[in-house]
Every structure is written in C-alpha cells, then in structure tokens.
C-alpha cells in the first residue's frame, strides 16, 4: 500500500514542478543554515574531555608583586592565569594531586638525522611531565610516554604526533629513531595518534582551535637545554629579571609557565585550595605573594569560559538560526496549503469513489515525507558548504575539525522530515476536509 501513496506521491511533486522544488529549496536553505550554525557550535563548545573535565584544573596563583594587580575584570582583582617557574617546579614537587603537569612551548627547526638542514621546518613544540599523556587522554599508535627519570633528568626524548610521524618517517613505526631539534637530537619513544581535543582547553586562547603541537618532550629537557621562544610564550614580569639570560628568567618573578592538576573527585577541590593557601603563607616568608591569597582553580568548562574561548551565551546564533528555519518552514506550509488547495478536486472525486479521510491524510502525508527528505538531502550539501565557507573564513580553524559527525547528519534529514510533516499537517487535515459533493459539482 505505501508503494501506491509512493507513487501517488511522486506524480504530485511532477505536476507541479515549480512549487514543489521551491518548498524543496525552502526546506533545505533553512536547515542549511540551522546545521551549519548548530555544527560550529556543537564543534566548538563540546566538552573536550567529557570523561574528567570535572576534576582537571588550571592552577593560578597570585603571586604578583605588592604595587599592582596582574589584572582588573569587573572590579576585581584577577590573578596570572601561569606561573613563575619556581612556583611550578614547587607544585610538582608537591605532588598533591593524581597527575600533574607544567607545561612549555617553543619553536624548533625540526629534521631527521638523514635529511639535510635546508629541509628542516619550524616546528612549534609543547614541553610536559609525563603526566600529560595520562591527564589529557593522549593515545598512541606507536610506543608511549617517556619514563619518570626522562622526566627528572630531562633526557632528550620525544613524543611526535602521527602526522609529523608521516613526513618524516613514512608513516612507519619510528620509536628508537633520531629526531633533530635544531642542533639537539632526540630519540623518539611514542607516536600520538589522531589526537584532537577541541577545543585545545590547555592551550592559550589563540590557539585553542589550532592542531595540538607535533613534538612533546619533557619539561626539564627544555630547562636544561635553555629553549626559549620569547613569540611563542606569554611571558609577563611584574619585577624585571636580573638580566637577560635564561637562569635569570628562571629565577625571576616572570609568569610564563601554564599548570594543570588532575585530581580524584571534583570534590577534592577545596583541599587543593587549603594546599594553595599554605603554600603561598610559606612562600611570604621569603618575600613572595605579598599581595591577597586570592588564588584560583578553574576545572575544563570554567577554563574556557573564563579565558573567553566559549561563550555562556553560545547557543544564541543557534537560536537564532532555528527561528529562521521556523520562518522557512512557515512558508513552506503556506505553500503547502496553496499546493493541496489545487488538488481539492482530484480529492473530492477520491472521496467520492471510496477514498477515507485517513487514505488522503496518508498520501499527503507521504508528500511531505518526500519533499522533507529531499529538502533535508540537499540542506545537508548547503550545511557542507556553509562549514567549509566558515573554516575559510576563520583561518585558525583547521578544516578537518568542521565536519559533521554520523549522529549530526542522521539528525539533519530526521530533523527535514520531521519538520516538514509537522508543518504539514495543518494543510493535510484541510486538504483531508474537502467534501466531495461540493467537488464534483464544480467539475
């Protein structure tokens, strides 16, 4: 029976081409532009690390000196969102947490061993403990994280992503293999696999839709090694160093250093606090955190708010872009209700030989399955077009992060054919009301 409204349905959309491509293209310009809003939203704001983003803090503390503030936000004082290197190195030393993890960046000229120094490419570097790997959910194709000694000695190893893995070694287990930074060598000992998070929670705001770094390698390496990129760092002095050699930022009161804690429970939270607040009370009495122990901890959501990488209010254009799709749909079933209005007569003389309202709910019904179905398929190509017009336009948005997901695109053409049924229905039951006696007169 449903291939007889099928086909009732199809000879339809043929006999009148025109209207039934245009509420086609209603459809699809509508969910085009609901999709493409919802999928950069969606893209943008989930919860990058969904199973702990909870218990994983960015650790800040007020370690400014006592003649002004590090910053003022709505009348408030606001601590460092980083750490001196001493207060970091303190931290980890603690231990007062599941894992923890300073981390670095810098930029390196990056090669093999084999190639030559005029094929070398400037490579932006992520510096860590190896608690990173556990912390961030790290996964790997090839090896795994360095040992803890790598950590404490700061041997010359290295963690490369899949991609770099790719140009450099073919894409070939390359653990045991030599790696050149700058004039350094570095024996890789794992290979990331496609890693992700989005957005980069742990990285700065700029960077927060950037691809994660190719080459990790551990925090003390870098000290040991002196790598500094002063562009790469946000580094911020409220007392000048001594002078400019890297010992001397070391030893500074600089904030540049990013910090995060992974605890139990979320619940432990204010036993970090207590932990904080001791710290900088024994830290005062060698002259340091002078000002109001108004030290923060801020788990992956508040990071990203706070550091205005999301928005609170982030699901407006979404809204927005909904009530638009409701306009298009609005003027879908005016169409609709003129389409099926057109057909009072053929519906009269249905009615007449047999037909029961049900039957013509049914064969509408069907009708605006079909032109839901299509104006879904083709909103899906509009949404596509629109995503890869927004990851133009945004530059640090790399377009492998804008795509739609399976869940996403069975819920586009559900959310055509639903909506087009829905809005379907007031000019189905009228059309379903037409009385055959006053129909066939008039034929």
């Given amino acids: 029976m449903f291939s007889y409204y099928l086909k009732l349905a199809l000879i339809s959309l043929r006999k009148t081409p025109f209207l039934s491509l245009l509420m086609i293209m209603t459809i699809a310009i509508g969910i085009g532009a609901a999709m493409t809003t919802y999928t950069v939203s969606y893209l943008l704001q989930k919860d990058p690390i969904p199973t702990k983003s909870d218990r994983l803090f960015n650790v800040r503390l007020n ?85 803890e000694i790598a950590d404490q000695d700061g041997l010359q190893v290295a963690v490369i992503s899949s991609e770099l893995n790719d140009k450099l070694f073919d894409g070939e287990n390359s653990v045991g293999k030599s790696l050149l930074l700058g004039d350094l060598q570095y024996r890789v000992v794992g290979v990331t696999d496609d890693w992700y998070p989005i957005p980069k929670f742990f990285d700065y705001r700029t960077r927060a839709f950037n691809k994660p770094r190719d080459v990790i390698v551990p925090f003390q390496a870098q000290i040991n090694n002196e790598l500094w990129t002063g562009s790469d760092v946000s580094y911020q002095c409220w007392k000048e160093p001594a002078d400019d050699s890297f010992s001397a930022i070391l030893a500074s009161e600089c904030v540049w250093v990013s910090y995060w804690v992974e605890l139990n429970s979320a619940s432990e939270r204010d036993n970090y606090m207590d932990f904080l607040v001791n710290y900088s009370m024994e830290q005062r009495e060698y002259g340091r955190f002078l000002r109001e122990p108004l030290h923060q901890l801020f788990n992956v959501k508040e990071q990203l708010i706070e550091r205005k990488i999301i928005k609170d209010d982030g699901n407006v254009a979404v809204w927005l872009a909904f009530a638009f799709l409701a306009v298009c749909l609005l003027n879908c079933m005016a169409m609709m209700v003129a389409k099926f209005h057109g057909k009072a007569g053929e519906v009269g003389l249905r009615r007449a030989v047999g037909a029961s309202k049900q039957d013509i709910i049914t064969q509408f019904t069907v009708e605006t399955c079909i032109i ?9 190509l509009l949404a596509q ?41 007031l000019p189905t039951l009228h059309a379903a009301k037409v009385q055959p006696s006053s129909q066939l007169k008039s034929l």
């Fill in 385 to 425: 077009i629109g995503l890869s017009v927004t990851a133009q336009l945004y530059s640090h948005l790399y377009a492998e992060m804008l795509e739609m997901t399976a869940g996403i695109v069975i819920m586009t053409i559900v959310l055509a054919v639903a909506s087009a049924v829905t809005f379907g229905l």
């Fill in 63 to 147: 370690s400014y000196g006592p003649d002004k503030p590090f910053n003022i936000s709505q009348g408030k004082e606001v601590p460092p969102f980083i750490l001196t290197y001493q207060d970091a190195i303190n931290l980890q030393k603690a231990k007062q947490g599941v894992n923890q993890t300073p981390l670095g960046s810098f930029k390196m000229m990056t090669r093999t061993t084999e190639q030559s120094i005029t094929e070398a490419k400037m490579t932006p570097i992520r510096s860590a403990y190896r608690d990173m790997f556990t912390m961030f959910e790290v996964p790997f194709k090839f090896g795994g994280a360095w040992d």
């Fill in 372 to 380: 839901g179905l299509l104006g879904g398929i083709l909103g899906l």
